[in-house]
Each structure stands twice: as C-alpha cells, then as structure tokens.
C-alpha cells in the first residue's frame, strides 16, 4: 500500500478551505472550491486524462480505453464507462475528508493501475459533484440532482445562500454560466457504473479487521423548513399572558423531534435556525428553523414526520404563533445494486456490508446507473466536524480497494 502517495497528493487538498475552527468552509463557487477545481484540472492535465465541465458544474477526468469506439466524433462522449469520485464542498466547518477523500483516492487508484499496466476496456472517469452538501444553497446533492433531472434548473438557479446571494449569481461571479443547468440524460446513460469512496461517518469500522466497507442502503431522510410565526413586541414592557412568542414553539417543536425521533426508532436535528429581528430586548416574530430527519425505512420516517407536525401544531394552537412546514429535500431510501455490491464485497475478501445514514451523490446516481460505495475507517466516527479523522493507512487501503474495484469493472 502506498501510504506516502496519499500523503503526498493529499497534502494538495487537506489545507485547502481550513477555518481557524479547525473546520473546513468549502462552499460550492467561493474561492476555496474554486481552487480545488483548478487543482482537479492539473491533476487531470498530469495525468494526460480528459478533463471536462458538464452543464451543471460537475468535473470530470476521462481515462479512454485504448481502442475507445467514439460513436460519435461532435460528442465524444464515452459509451459504458465507469466513473467514480465524490464531492469537494463541505457543510460549515466540517470535516477534511467528507467528499475530497473520494477524490484523491479516484485520482490514486488511477496511477495505481496505470502503474500496473492495466488497460481498461471500459472508459474510467473521475467526477467532482458540484453543491453535495447543500451547504451554501441549502438542496443536497444539488449537481447531481440537476444531472439527473430530479430538481428544476429554475427552481435551482434561484436558490439564495444565507448573504442572498443565488446559485446564477454565484455561478456568473465564478465564470460559470448558470443558463446551462438542467437535466443530462445523455450522460447517464452512458455510465455503466458509479462507485463513490467516501470516509464512514459513523463508528462501524472503528475495531474492524477491514478498513474498507461496502455500502448497502442510504437510510431515507430529507430537510423541512420549519417557519414558526409570532408577534413581535417589547421584552420588558409586555405582560406574559398576552405573548404569541415563536420562541417558545420553536423550542418546544426541537423537543419534539427529538421525542419522535426515539419513539419511532430514527433520527431528528434542528441545527440551524434564523431568528427575526433577532433582538435581545424583543419577542421575536419569526423564528426559521430546518428539521433534518432519517429513518431506517419510509415508514419510520413518515412516523416521525406526521409525530412532529402534529405535536408542534398542537402546540402553536395554545402558544397563539402558527407554524408552517416546507419540505426543501427529501431523498428515498437508497438500496444499492445487490449484485454490485455482493461483488464487490467478494472482491474485497469479504468486506463488512453496512447501511449509512449520511446521503450521496451515489444515493442520487443509483436510481439511474448501477451504484456502489465503498467507506474507509473513520476511529472517531465524527463527521461534518473538524474531528472527522482517517489514518493515511486506511485512506491507502481505500485507495487499493478503489483500484481493484475499477480494475474488476472497467479493465
Ligand atoms: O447530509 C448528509 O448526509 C451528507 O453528508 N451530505
Ligand atoms: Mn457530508
Ligand atoms: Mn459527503
Ligand atoms: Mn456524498
């Protein structure tokens, strides 16, 4: 295994993005993902691979096989290729590994089978999906999503960041032209498999003989804005009976999605939230809250749902506020390809199979191409925070484990 490689090529990427928190801020079209884009084009570049932006600001780097069939020359896009990679963005201060690991390791498990003289009968492509996290635009997996027609490019043009600023907006200020987003089929079609690397955010490799797992569900789950209305008057001056304080049904409805979430057997945050005028020294009038929920199935999830919506309308009712629910995501369970997965698992000397409950661009590519994922140890378990780890021994297994999985697919 190649630990200084990873080293060396992920001392590229680590720094890139770092907040004095120790946190990452990655947001898709801010200079941090800009300069990982730049690097992923001189990675491309090095490596003699084709480098190409499709129409919604995904990356990709196509190894063509040698005797590549190009059907058609004005559209020399690859038939049956096999494509891997992941994200660059981050959620505010998150990880280091969320989303690039998968991206370096695509990249090395590249070198390592050209190093081996493999010749693949199948085109390789290395991706980067654009806005994974949501966390600047707030619609997970938002590239992805586009691509795969399952969000309206009008819809996602007017997406604001929490400064206001739209997705067209952040597109035209990088030098991306925002006109061009909507559905690729074409580009779908053409894969013959998806396989995403991504660090396991959780603790289920943590004493593992294997470093690597293979994924075999994405629990369903989705983000609701939770908008709570009040009155706004003065803190001081207004008498307690005569409040109609959203402060109050907010803190009551985290509560409550908590509660649910334990009855019903998933699990529920509230770990943003927008307070109007947002005033020390007055009742607010609004309070903007965003519930994430998943479940290990629909039904669960819907359990906690329909708990939830209840309990805190109930609540509104006696605290004089009203509350209004939006759903801004919501993803299906994902089952992967079981012959995929078996398979691959197989290849890897029997490696742990295990459900996540984080999404993926893999989750949204599944549901059109023959998808699979592989996850590398994470000791702490910790995601979407600066505590996220992986040892360059396991991101090197990873890497290995990518590579054989590409030979077996695509050589
Ligand atoms: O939110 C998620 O589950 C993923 O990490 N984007
Ligand atoms: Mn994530
Ligand atoms: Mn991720
Ligand atoms: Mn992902």
């Given at each position: 295994?190649?630990?200084?490689?990873?080293r060396?090529?992920?001392?590229?990427?680590?720094p890139?993005g770092?907040a004095?928190?120790?946190?990452?801020?990655?947001?898709s079209?801010?200079?941090?993902?800009?300069?990982?884009?730049?690097?992923?084009?001189?990675?491309?570049?090095?490596?003699g691979?084709?480098?190409?932006?499709?129409?919604?600001?995904?990356?990709?780097?196509?190894w063509?096989a040698e005797?590549?069939?190009?059907?058609?020359?004005?559209?020399?896009?690859?038939?049956?290729?096999?494509?891997t990679?992941s994200h660059f963005?981050?959620?505010?201060?998150?990880?280091?590994?969320d989303?690039?690991?998968g991206?370096v390791?695509?990249?090395?498990?590249?070198?390592?089978l050209r190093?081996?003289?493999?010749?693949p009968?199948r085109?390789?492509g290395i991706?980067?999906?654009?806005?994974?996290?949501?966390g600047?635009?707030?619609?997970?997996?938002?590239?992805?999503?586009?691509m795969?027609?399952?969000?309206d490019?009008?819809?996602?043009r007017?997406?604001?960041?929490?400064?206001?600023?739209?997705?067209?907006?952040?597109?035209?200020?990088?030098?991306a032209?925002?006109a061009?987003l909507?559905?690729d089929p074409?580009?779908?079609e053409h894969?013959a498999?998806?396989?995403?690397?991504?660090?396991?955010?959780?603790?289920?490799?943590?004493?593992?003989e294997?470093?690597v797992?293979?994924?075999s569900a994405?629990?369903?789950?989705?983000?609701?804005?939770v908008?709570?209305?009040g009155?706004?008057?003065?803190?001081?001056?207004?008498?307690?009976?005569?409040?109609?304080?959203?402060?109050?049904t907010?803190?009551?409805a985290v509560?409550?999605?908590?509660k649910?979430?334990?009855?019903?057997g998933g699990v529920a945050?509230?770990?943003?939230?927008?307070?109007?005028p947002n005033?020390?020294?007055?009742i607010?009038?609004t309070?903007?809250a965003?519930?994430?929920a998943?479940?290990?199935?629909?039904?669960v999830?819907?359990?906690?749902?329909s708990?939830?919506?209840?309990?805190?309308?109930e609540?509104a009712?006696?605290?004089?506020t009203?509350v209004?629910i939006?759903a801004?995501?919501?993803?299906?369970?994902?089952e992967f390809?079981?012959s995929l997965?078996?398979?691959?698992?197989?290849?890897?000397?029997g490696?742990?199979?295990l459900?996540?409950a984080?999404?993926?661009?893999?989750?949204?590519l599944?549901?059109?191409?023959?998808t699979a994922?592989?996850f590398?140890?994470?000791?702490t378990?910790?995601?979407h925070?600066?505590?996220e780890?992986?040892?360059?021994?396991?991101?090197a297994a990873?890497?290995e484990?990518?590579?054989?999985v590409l030979?077996?697919?695509?050589?």
């Amino acid at each position: 295994m190649d630990t200084d490689g990873f080293r060396r090529l992920w001392n590229e990427v680590e720094p890139v993005g770092r907040a004095d928190s120790g946190g990452y801020v990655r947001f898709s079209w801010t200079e941090p993902d800009l300069v990982l884009r730049r690097w992923f084009l001189a990675q491309a570049k090095l490596r003699g691979l084709r480098y190409e932006e499709d129409r919604n600001g995904n990356l990709y780097a196509w190894w063509y096989a040698e005797k590549e069939e190009v059907v058609d020359p004005d559209r020399p896009r690859p038939h049956g290729a096999v494509l891997t990679g992941s994200h660059f963005d981050s959620v505010p201060h998150g990880g280091a590994y969320d989303g690039p690991l998968g991206i370096v390791a695509a990249f090395l498990a590249v070198d390592r089978l050209r190093a081996a003289g493999a010749h693949p009968k199948r085109p390789i492509g290395i991706a980067a999906f654009t806005e994974e996290e949501g966390g600047r635009f707030g619609v997970p997996c938002l590239g992805s999503r586009l691509m795969a027609g399952v969000i309206d490019p009008d819809r996602a043009r007017l997406l604001t960041d929490p400064d206001g600023v739209t997705l067209a907006e952040a597109m035209l200020e990088a030098g991306a032209d925002p006109a061009t987003l909507g559905p690729d089929p074409e580009r779908l079609e053409h894969l013959a498999a998806f396989v995403e690397l991504h660090i396991e955010q959780g603790r289920a490799l943590d004493g593992s003989e294997s470093p690597v797992a293979v994924a075999s569900a994405i629990w369903p789950h989705g983000r609701w804005r939770v908008t709570f209305t009040g009155e706004a008057d003065h803190a001081g001056t207004t008498r307690l009976p005569d409040r109609r304080d959203p402060m109050l049904t907010f803190a009551f409805a985290v509560l409550a999605a908590r509660k649910e979430a334990r009855l019903a057997g998933g699990v529920a945050t509230v770990g943003r939230v927008e307070v109007e005028p947002n005033a020390t020294n007055a009742i607010a009038a609004t309070v903007t809250a965003w519930l994430d929920a998943r479940a290990p199935d629909e039904a669960v999830l819907g359990e906690i749902l329909s708990g939830f919506e209840s309990k805190v309308t109930e609540r509104a009712g006696r605290d004089g506020t009203s509350v209004r629910i939006t759903a801004e995501s919501e993803t299906p369970i994902v089952e992967f390809d079981a012959s995929l997965r078996d398979r691959i698992a197989a290849l890897l000397g029997g490696a742990p199979v295990l459900p996540t409950a984080a999404g993926h661009d893999a989750g949204v590519l599944s549901a059109h191409v023959p998808t699979a994922m592989l996850f590398v140890r994470n000791p702490t378990g910790v995601s979407h925070a600066p505590g996220e780890s992986a040892s360059d021994e396991d991101c090197a297994a990873g890497v290995e484990a990518l590579a054989a999985v590409l030979r077996e697919l695509a050589c």
